[in-house]
C-alpha cells in the first residue's frame, strides 16, 4: 500500500490544503474522510486562490481521483454550488465521488445548530453550518444518507421520517418547524448535480490499495479540535486524525502508514477556548494579517499564539505522526525574539501533555524556550540549506522537540514556495 494520511497537528487552519494540492498531483486518489463545510482550504497557484470546503484539494489534477467518503457529513446544496463554482473557473469537476453512506446536511440541520448555540449559557463558537446536529442524528439512527437522499421519492420518505424527530426538537428551542416538501424542492437542483456522482466509495479506495495505486487521506480541522482527543467541549463533532481514516474511509488500519502532520510556524485558533501561548495586541495584529489569519468558511478573525510542542507531541501521539510540513515560515520574518512553548506549568507542576479538563488548561501557563529570529526575505529560496541560519534553527528546533523529521517547509502561499526535504515520501514508511 501506497498511502499518505494528511493530519492538522493545532486547530485547524494550518495549511493542510497546500500539501494536499502537492501530493495530490502524485497521487491516485485523494480522500477528505471526516467533516464538512464547516472547513475550508485555499488553494493558491498560478495567481488564482481558489477556496474549498467539502471536495478534496485534488480536484485540480486531472488525473487524480477525489473522494468525499462515508465519514462525511455533505450538504448537498453547498456541494453543488462548489462544483458550479470550479467549473465556471474552468476547472474539471468529473473526477469527484460522493459516497452513498456519507450522510446529507439540510436546512434543520443548520437551524437546530444556530438554535442550540444561542441557548448556550457558554458559546462553543460553531460555525452554523449544521455539522454538529447532523453528527448527533447519526448516532441517533435517524440521519440521511446519500444513498437515500438522490432518489427523490425515497428521500421524502426518509426526510418525514427524519423531521418527526427534529422539529419538535426545533420547537423546543423556540426555532420554526421545517417543511419536508420545502426541503425536497429546495434541494431538487443539488440532486441532479450530485446524483451521477454517488458510488460506493470504501470498494473504490480499497480496489485503489489492492492495486498499488498511491491514495491520500485528507483531514480537515486539527487534533484538537477532534471530538475525542480535542479540547473539548470546544472541538468539532468528529475525528480529523489519523485514527479517523479506517472508519471515515472504509479501510483497514493496516492503511495507514505514512503520516505527515502539518503545523503552522506559529499557532492559530478560531472560536472559543483556551490557547495557552495566545499573543495579545500589535504583534498578534501583525502576524493576523500577514499570514492571512480569517476564517476561510467563516471568515472570522483567527487568534495567534506562538508555536506550542505540547500541542505538537499530542497530536504526535495520537495520529502516529511519521513526518511534518512546517508552513508559513515566512510570516515570521521580522519577529524578534521567536517564542516556543515546550511545557505548561500547572498547579506549581511543569507538565508536556494536555489535561482533559478545559478548566485545567485554562490555568495552565506556558514554559517557553526563545530563539533568534530572522529578517532575510525567504521568497525565491528553493533549498533548505539556503534558507537564513536562525529560520533553520527555528525549524531544526521543531524536529528536536518533537522527534519527527521534517518533510516540507512552507515559505510563501503559492504551490511553487515550498521547500521539499525529502524526494519522496511515498516510499517513506511504505515499503
Known sequence: MKTITIVGTQWGDEGKGK??????????????????????????????????HLIPSGVFH?????????????????????????????????????????HVVLAPHIALDEAIENARAD??????????????????????????????????????AHLSVVNPMLKAFGAQAQSAERIVRDTAEARKVIAKRVK??????????????RVLFEGAQGTMLCLDHGTYPYVTSSSPTAAGVPLGAGVPPQAIKTVLGITKAYTTRVGEGHLPTEIK????????TRGNEFGTTTGRPRRVGWLDAVVLKHAKRISGITHLAVMLLDVLRGV????????????????????????????????TITMNGFDEPLEGIERFEDLPKNAQAYVNKVAELTGTKVAFVSVGPDRNQTLRLIDNLWEENNG
Open 200 to 213: 460506493n466509495a470504501s470498494v473504490l479506495i480499497n480496489q485503489a490499495l489492492e492495486n498499488k495505486k
Open 19 to 52: 500539501l494536499t494540492d502537492i501530493l495530490a498531483a502524485e497521487a491516485d486518489l485523494v480522500v477528505r474522510y471526516q467533516g464538512g463545510n464547516n472547513a475550508g482550504h485555499t488553494i493558491v497557484f498560478g495567481g488564482r486562490k481558489y477556496a474549498l
Open 62 to 102: 486531472p488525473n487524480t481521483k477525489n473522494v468525499l467518503a462515508p465519514g462525511m457529513v455533505i450538504d448537498p446544496i453547498a456541494l453543488a454550488d462548489e462544483i458550479k463554482k470550479l467549473e465556471l473557473a474552468g476547472v474539471d469537476t468529473s473526477n469527484v465521488v460522493v459516497s452513498d453512506r456519507s
Open 123 to 160: 458559546k462553543v463558537g460553531t460555525t452554523g453550518k449544521g455539522i454538529g446536529p447532523a453528527y448527533a442524528l447519526k448516532a441517533t439512527r435517524t440521519g440521511i444518507r446519500m444513498v437515500d437522499f438522490i432518489d427523490e421519492a425515497q428521500f421524502k420518505t426518509a426526510l418525514i
Open 281 to 288: 495586541g500589535e504583534l498578534a495584529d501583525d502576524i493576523r
Open 336 to 367: 524578534h525574539p521567536l517564542t516556543i512553548c515546550v511545557g505548561y506549568r500547572l498547579n506549581g507542576e511543569i507538565i508536556d501533555w494536555i489535561p482533559a479538563s478545559a478548566q485545567d488548561l485554562a490555568r495552565c501557563e506556558p514554559v
